[in-house]
């Protein structure tokens, strides 16, 4: 079974251009989460959708990114424009969620931006 | 608000020991706990998941434990061997809303 599936792995722009990250959970996975994780530290959550709702999207900086998960299966995250206190990783992860019980939590290898 | 510290930062032993990784919470209201391990540049391996009825998990070498009254966690790894070089990660769930993570603990096991 294919695990979640991010790209691009690596992706090097210029400050004020825009960045696009995609992400392809696990086959059947109604959770998906997009994180930001800084160097030496751990990952941030961005937001949170549970199948195609953003359920927690509070620290989601709205004024440069946005994200989708249009029928409930992949998601886009995108920065427009991007900053150079963008760069970081942007981390995919998904689970299978019952109620009010988190599932565990699966992650893609990560997109790793730099903003010069 | 929930944080998440990991003791020790950061640890090198030689390898074949034993050792413990320790994670703590400032809210004991969690469903589960995650472990995790990270290697320099990828994404996040879980290792174990207790949920929220249970108090530890076992997988190999690897033992976790939870105790939600005291806010804490440990992982127990077992005859370390170079390949267990990595980044740990804890991570607790609010009551399914977010899994908050720690800053990791970085352990080098020496050949």
């Known amino acids: 079974e294919a695990g979640v599936v991010q790209s691009p792995r690596y992706k090097i722009i210029e400050k004020k251009q825009p960045v696009a990250f995609w992400c392809n959970p696990i086959?059947?996975?109604?959770?998906l989460y997009w994180y930001l994780q800084n160097l030496g530290q751990g990952p941030e959550l961005l937001i949170r959708?549970?199948?195609?709702?953003?359920?927690?999207d509070s620290q989601l900086p709205k004024d440069r990114f946005s994200a989708e998960r249009l029928k409930g299966v992949d998601s886009t995250l995108k920065i427009q424009p991007a900053e150079l206190g963008d760069s970081a990783v942007y981390l995919c992860?998904?689970?299978?969620?019952?109620?009010?019980?988190?599932?565990?939590?699966?992650f893609g290898e990560g997109s790793r931006l730099t903003v010069l | 608000k929930q944080e998440v510290t990991q003791i020790p930062a950061a640890l090198s032993v030689p390898e074949g020991e034993n050792l413990v990784l320790n994670c703590s919470f400032t809210?004991?209201?969690?469903?589960?706990l995650q472990w995790f391990r990270q290697d320099p540049g990828k994404g996040l391996t879980s290792l174990l998941l207790?949920?929220?009825?249970?108090r530890e998990q076992t997988s190999g070498r690897l033992n976790a434990s939870l105790d939600k009254s005291s806010g804490r966690s440990t992982l127990y790894i077992a005859a370390s061997q170079p390949g267990d070089s990595a980044t740990y990660l804890c991570?607790?769930?609010?009551?399914?809303?977010?899994?908050?993570f720690g800053p990791g603990t970085r352990l080098s096991v020496l050949p």
């Open positions: 992860a998904s689970s299978l969620d019952g109620g009010q019980n988190t599932g565990e939590l699966f």
């Open positions: 086959s059947g996975h109604n959770t």
């Open positions: 959708y549970e199948n195609e709702e953003a359920v927690d």
């Open positions: 809210d004991s209201a969690i469903y589960n």
């Open positions: 207790i949920q929220s009825s249970q």
């Open positions: 991570a607790v769930d609010n009551y399914g809303q977010n899994f908050v």
